[in-house]
C-alpha cells in the first residue's frame, strides 16, 4: 500500500482499526481462466471471437481487469495479480475462491447454455495448495451430474468445506426434493452451500431468474446444512411463495429469511456486490441500518468486479450522504492502486447519513466455516418443511 496520500492512508488505516487479530475473511472471489497454461478452465468458444462482438467486448474487460491484454497468459497473470493484490493489505487476507461446475440436462450431459466460464475443482484446490496464505478452496459440483456424490465425498476428504452454487445459470433448484441426498452428505460432513440468490446479469444471457429466489433455499436449511445466501438477494424480484399470486423483492424475501428464528446458526448472507453500480445506496444502507444482521453477515468482493470500473459508482453514496466528497477522491485514488483494498474500505467507509453509524469489523474476519450450528438449528427430522 506504497503511494498512497495521507487522505488515502488514513481510510486504510480506520477500515482496519477494529479487526482485531484474525484474518480478513472474503467469501466470494472467482477465479476466471480461459485455459491458457493448462488451468483447465474454459469460457464460451463465442467469448473469444469478434464474430460475437458483445461477448468478445465482454471478454476483453475481464482480461483488462486481469491487468493484461495478453489472453495467452491470462490464467497465470490473473492469479498473480490476484495474489498481489491480497498480500498488498499489510494484513492477512484469505480469499475463498470459486469453483464453477456446467449446466446439466436431466440424462447427466453437460448443457452447453450454462456459464460462459468454466472453473474445474481441482484448479481451485490446486491453487489453494500454491497459495495457501491467500486462498481457501470452494468446490462446485451440480447435484444433477454424474457421480455427484462421489465427487462431493472425494473434495470432502480432502477437507474442503464450501460448495459454491449459481441456480440461476447452473439451473438446479435448490428446492428440489431430489437433491436431498446431496445435502445430507452435505451436512455429514459440515459442509457449507454458497448459493446465489438474486437475479443473476453477468455469467449467462439466459439465465432463469426463478432459480435465484431466496426461498428456495429452506430445504437445505431445513436439511441442517449451512447456507450463505450470497449478494443478500439485492437485485431482482421472484415469486412470493408463502403468498401464491404476489410477487415481492428479492431483498425483502432475503430479510424475510433471515428473520426466521429456526435458522439461526445456519443461514447466513455474502455482502458481495452490495456497492455496484446496479444496486445504488439502498442495500448498503439498510444493512447498516439493521444490526440484528450483522453477526451473520459475511465479506464478499465478488472480485474481479471491483476491478471493472464501468460497475464502480461512488456517486450515489456521495448523494446519500454516506460518504464525502473528499473520502470519494481518497476512495478512488485506492481503487487505483488496488480495487480489492477498495472494495473492503468503501464498505468500511460507508455509513448511516442519520446516525453515523457503520457496518462492524466483525463483518470482515467472519468465517461460518469455523463455528458449528447451535443444537435449536438442527432439523427435527430427517424432512424437511415444504419450500413454500
Not at 447452473?170 to 431430489?178: E, L
Not at 455469467?203 to 426461498?215: C, E, K, R, S
Request: aromatic letters at 6%; a positive charge; charged letters at 25%.
Amino acid at each position: 500500500m506504497t503511494g498512497l496520500s495521507p487522505a488515502a492512508r488514513r481510510l486504510v488505516d480506520e477500515a482496519f482499526a477494529d479487526l482485531g487479530p484474525m484474518p480478513i475473511v472474503d467469501c466470494h472471489a472467482h477465479v476466471v481462466g480461459l485455459g491458457s497454461g493448462g488451468s483447465g478452465a474454459a469460457v464460451k468458444p463465442s467469448l473469444l471471437t469478434w464474430r460475437h462482438p458483445v461477448q468478445r467486448v465482454k471478454a476483453g474487460v475481464f482480461v483488462r481487469a486481469s491487468g493484461t491484454g495478453d489472453f495467452g497468459s491470462f490464467d497465470r497473470d490473473y492469479v498473480e495479480k490476484l495474489v498481489r493484490q491480497a498480500r498488498d493489505f499489510g494484513r492477512p487476507v484469505k480469499l475463498h475462491i470459486l469453483a464453477m461446475d456446467h449446466r446439466y440436462r436431466p440424462d447427466g450431459s453437460i448443457d452447453g447454455e450454462g456459464p460462459e466460464f468454466y472453473v474445474p475443482n481441482e484448479l481451485v484446490v490446486r491453487l489453494a495448495r500454491e497459495y495457501p496464505d491467500v486462498f481457501v478452496p470452494v468446490i462446485s459440483v451440480h447435484p444433477d451430474r454424474p457421480g455427484a456424490l462421489a465427487e462431493l465425498e472425494k473434495w470432502a476428504g480432502q477437507g474442503v468445506r464450501y460448495v459454491k452454487w449459481l441456480p440461476n445459470v447452473q439451473g438446479m433448484d435448490p428446492s428440489d426434493p431430489r437433491h436431498d441426498d446431496f445435502y445430507r452428505l452435505m451436512r455429514k460432513h459440515g459442509m457449507i452451500l454458497l448459493s446465489h440468490t438474486g437475479d443473476e446479469k453477468a455469467a449467462a444471457p439466459g439465465a432463469n431468474q426463478a432459480l435465484g429466489n431466496p426461498l428456495l433455499v429452506r430445504r437445505p436449511l431445513d436439511l441442517g446444512v449451512k447456507v450463505i445466501m450470497a449478494h443478500c438477494a439485492s437485485s431482482g424480484r421472484s415469486a412470493d411463495l408463502d403468498h401464491p399470486g404476489k410477487k415481492a423483492d428479492n431483498f425483502e424475501l432475503f430479510l424475510r429469511m433471515m428473520a426466521e428464528h429456526r435458522y439461526l446458526g445456519l443461514l447466513y448472507a455474502d455482502i458481495s456486490a452490495a456497492t455496484l453500480a446496479n444496486r445504488g445506496s439502498r442495500t448498503m444502507l439498510e444493512l447498516i441500518r439493521r444490526p440484528e444482521l450483522h453477526g451473520r453477515l459475511i465479506q464478499g468482493s465478488d472480485y474481479p468486479l471491483p476491478a471493472i470500473n464501468c460497475l464502480i459508482w461512488m456517486r450515489p453514496f456521495v448523494k446519500a450522504g454516506m460518504i464525502s466528497k473528499e473520502e470519494r477522491q481518497a476512495l478512488n485514488e485506492i481503487y487505483k492502486s488496488n480495487p480489492l483494498l477498495f472494495d473492503l474500505v468503501l464498505k468500511r467507509t460507508l455509513r448511516d447519513p442519520v446516525t453515523g453509524e457503520r457496518l462492524p469489523g466483525g463483518i470482515f474476519t467472519a468465517d461460518p466455516g469455523l463455528s458449528a450450528p447451535p443444537a435449536e438449528a438442527s432439523p427435527a427430522s430427517g424432512s424437511p418443511a415444504p419450500a413454500g
